[in-house]
C-alpha cells in the first residue's frame, strides 16, 4: 500500500483525477467566476448575504465570519513558513491566545446568532461585520497555530524545536500586522482587491482541508515522519487534497438536491421570520 502510494504512477493518476473532478465542478456549477467560487463556500457557510462582504452585488464565498477564519489560517499559516519545522503544538502563550480566541468567536456567536434574533433587549451588544469577521480571524489563527506544528509532527522525519524568541515576535508581529491590513482592505470597495481576497479564502478552505485529511491519511498507513522534504510527500498531500474536492462536491451536490438552488433557500427563509 504504501509503495503504490508513493510511486510515480500513483502521482500521474492523482493529477488526471484533480483535473477530472474541477472539470466536474466547472460543468456542473453556475457559469461565471464568482458563481464558481462561491460554490465551493456552499459546502461550507450559510452565505447570508446581508452577512456577507459585497463584490459590487455579488456575494464573498463565505460569510463574514467564516471568511475571518480562513484568512486567519491562511495569515497565520504563511507567518509560520519561517520557522521551518517547528513542531511544538502548545506554549503558554498559544494556549491564552486560543483560549481567549474561543471565548470571543462563542460570546459573538452566542451573541449574534440567539441573542440579538430572539432577546434582543439581552444583547451583549449589536453585531457588525467587523466584529464578525475578527472573531472568526481570531479563531481561524488559533486554528493554524495548532494544526502548523502538528502537520510538522507527522509528516517530517527531523525538525528544529525551538525558535530564537526575537524571531518569533517579529513573525507574530508581521502576522497581525497583515490580518489587520486585509481587514482594512475589505471595506475598500476595490473590485480586484476584494475579488483577491474572497478567492484566497476559497484556497485556503480546499488546501486547508486538504491538508488535515493528508495528516489522517499518514497516520492510518502509518506513513508518519518519513518526509525529509515536501515533494518527497507530495503523493499523500494531493491525496488530501482530492478527499477535501471529493467532500466538496458531495456536499454541494446533496445540498443542490435537496433545495434546488445555489444558496441555503430553507435557512434563508427561516432567517427571513425575524427580521
Request: hydrophobic content about 60%; some cysteine; glycine content about 6%.
Amino acid at each position: 500500500m504504501k509503495k503504490i502510494l508513493l510511486s510515480r504512477s500513483f502521482f500521474i493518476a492523482e493529477i488526471l483525477l484533480i483535473l477530472a473532478l474541477f472539470g466536474i465542478w466547472f460543468s456542473a456549477t453556475l457559469p461565471g467566476f464568482y458563481n464558481k467560487i462561491n460554490a465551493v463556500g456552499y459546502a461550507f457557510c450559510h452565505q447570508f448575504k446581508e452577512r456577507s462582504f459585497l463584490i459590487d452585488d455579488m456575494q464573498f464565498a463565505f460569510c463574514h465570519r467564516c471568511t475571518g477564519q480562513l484568512l486567519g489560517i491562511f495569515f497565520a499559516w504563511m507567518w509560520q513558513i519561517p520557522l521551518g519545522k517547528y513542531r511544538k503544538v502548545f506554549s503558554f502563550p498559544k494556549l491564552v491566545f486560543i483560549i481567549f480566541s474561543v471565548l470571543f468567536f462563542l460570546i459573538d456567536v452566542i451573541n449574534g446568532t440567539i441573542l440579538f434574533n430572539f432577546f434582543p433587549d439581552k444583547s451583549f451588544y449589536e453585531p457588525s461585520a467587523v466584529i464578525r469577521f475578527i472573531s472568526g480571524l481570531f479563531v481561524g489563527t488559533s486554528c493554524s497555530f495548532l494544526i502548523f506544528p502538528i502537520f510538522n509532527n507527522v509528516f517530517w522525519n527531523q525538525g528544529e524545536v525551538t525558535v530564537q524568541p526575537v524571531r518569533t515576535k517579529w513573525l507574530l508581529f508581521g502576522l497581525f500586522s497583515s490580518e489587520f491590513l486585509v481587514l482594512f482592505l475589505l471595506f475598500s470597495k476595490n473590485q480586484v482587491i476584494l475579488t483577491i481576497i474572497d478567492a484566497v479564502a476559497v484556497f485556503t478552505a480546499i488546501l486547508f482541508l486538504g491538508l488535515l485529511y493528508s495528516i489522517l491519511i499518514l497516520l492510518l498507513i502509518r506513513l508518519e515522519i518519513q518526509f525529509s522534504s515536501l515533494w518527497e510527500g507530495k503523493n499523500v498531500l494531493l491525496a488530501g487534497i482530492i478527499v477535501a474536492i471529493i467532500q466538496i462536491l458531495i456536499i454541494s451536490t446533496i445540498r443542490f438536491r435537496l433545495t434546488g438552488v445555489w444558496y441555503w433557500a430553507v435557512i434563508q427563509s427561516i432567517a427571513l421570520l425575524f427580521e
